[in-house]
């Protein structure tokens, strides 16, 4: 059964305090692993698309990479407007159905 | 912002009524989907829509029915509402096509039932 698992569960950092998100997960054939970001009461904006390993991608203080087994977004330098719940989700199938891990909330302190 | 509307935003219900929660897309977007949001569980598929007419269930879809009459509107429908779908639902959508392959998510709704 395919499965998003993410750590920790939630993060505090001081503000230039530089950390890593990690999203494992097991699915029978990789389609694409997502990450978004999700602000309280809000819904998910896309950050990132992921389809296969070695694979990186950036947008400014954030950075996602992708292994066979594990996602990792990592935050540089981060600023309090970083903070927010961050999702993981692996394609499961056809029709692009996702499932999503239950998200690492991200605080940061200036 | 793909456009996505979801209405109402909020909505407290009693146990047993039928409650139907609308989105609606000014993308013409084909697929659309319907996900709940709980503590601890994240975002959970409960059905999806991959054009007029053509719908399909996901992992929750048990007390839930949906329904896509054209292509900008979703409709789900909670038969007879039970405590247990207190939750926040959010509709999603997303085209063919697109380089990143990701869905568009409406704001939500919150819904409680008591």
């Known amino acids: 059964e395919d499965q998003v698992t993410q750590s920790p569960e939630a993060l505090r950092l001081q503000e230039g305090e530089s950390s890593s998100l990690n999203c494992s997960y097991t699915?029978?054939?990789?389609?694409?692993l997502f990450w978004y970001r999700q602000d309280p009461g809000k819904g998910p904006e896309f950050l990132f698309t992921?389809?296969?390993a070695g694979e990186e991608k950036e947008k400014e203080r954030l950075k996602a990479t992708l292994t066979k087994k594990e996602s990792f977004l990592h935050i540089t330098a981060p600023k309090p407007e970083d903070s927010a719940t961050y999702l993981c989700?692996?394609?499961?199938?056809?029709?692009?159905?996702?499932?999503f891990g239950a998200g690492t909330r991200l605080a940061v302190h200036p | 912002d793909a456009g996505i509307t979801q209405s109402p935003r909020h909505k407290v219900t009693e146990t047993g009524t039928p409650v139907t929660l609308r989105c609606h897309q000014t993308?013409?977007?084909?697929?659309m989907y319907w996900y709940r949001q709980d503590p601890g569980h994240g975002l959970r598929l409960i059905h999806y829509?991959?054009?007029?007419?053509?719908?399909d269930k996901g992992e929750v879809s048990d007390g839930y029915s949906v329904s896509r009459s054209k292509t900008e509107d979703f409709l789900l429908t909670l038969e007879s509402a039970t405590s247990s779908q207190t939750s926040v639902y959010f509709c999603?959508?997303?085209?063919?096509?697109?380089?990143?392959?990701?869905?568009?998510f409406g704001p939500g709704t919150r819904l409680t039932v008591l």
């Open positions: 999603a959508t997303r085209s063919m096509g697109i380089s990143n392959n990701e869905q568009f």
């Open positions: 699915v029978s054939g990789l389609r694409g």
């Open positions: 992921l389809y296969s």
């Open positions: 989700a692996v394609q499961d199938g056809g029709y692009n159905k996702l499932i």
């Open positions: 993308e013409n977007h084909r697929y």
């Open positions: 829509s991959y054009g007029v007419k053509d719908t």
